[in-house]
């Protein structure tokens, strides 16, 4: 089983990206690099290189199933990925999730669970 200890957060709303960031920063100790649009992740993701990939799936610009196809497509990264979004963009969207992503968290979430589900989701994707 892989350990996660970074991740790689593609959140467009800033509120969001805070609350998530003292989840898994502060309350889950993993090192998170937090990126506002897939385009930014896209040029960030292979330096870093995670262990986990949580995306919005709804953003302006590239949606987190195109950030995550890109990611699969031009880069050898190849980490389990997340997605985070509303109940009905998941409704919407299920057949993305469950070929491309280990899971999703829908929001609102609980930043106190939120390292642990992550974590969570990996194991069950390695095994």
């Known amino acids: 089983m892989t350990e996660i ?15 998530a960031y ?11 690099l937090q990126c506002a649009d897939g385009a930014d992740a896209l040029a960030k993701v ?26 699969r497509a031009q880069t050898a990264v190849d980490a389990p990925a997340v997605f985070m979004t509303s109940k009905n ?4 969207h299920q ?16 930043p106190v669970a939120l390292p642990d589900q992550l ?3 990996a194991a069950n994707a390695t095994g």
Do not use: S
């Open 89 to 92: 963009v998941a409704t919407e």
């Open 95 to 110: 057949d993305d999730i469950k070929t491309l992503a280990v899971g999703a968290i829908q929001k609102p979430f609980d």
């Open 46 to 71: 292979e330096d870093f290189a995670p262990d986990l990939i949580l995306l919005d799936m709804m953003m302006p610009g590239m949606t987190g199933v195109e950030t995550l196809q890109a990611i």
């Open 119 to 121: 974590r969570a989701m």
């Open 22 to 32: 003292l989840a898994l920063a502060e309350l889950g100790g993993l090192e998170v």
């Open 5 to 19: 200890r970074k991740i790689l957060h593609v959140e467009d709303d800033p509120d969001i990206r805070e609350i």
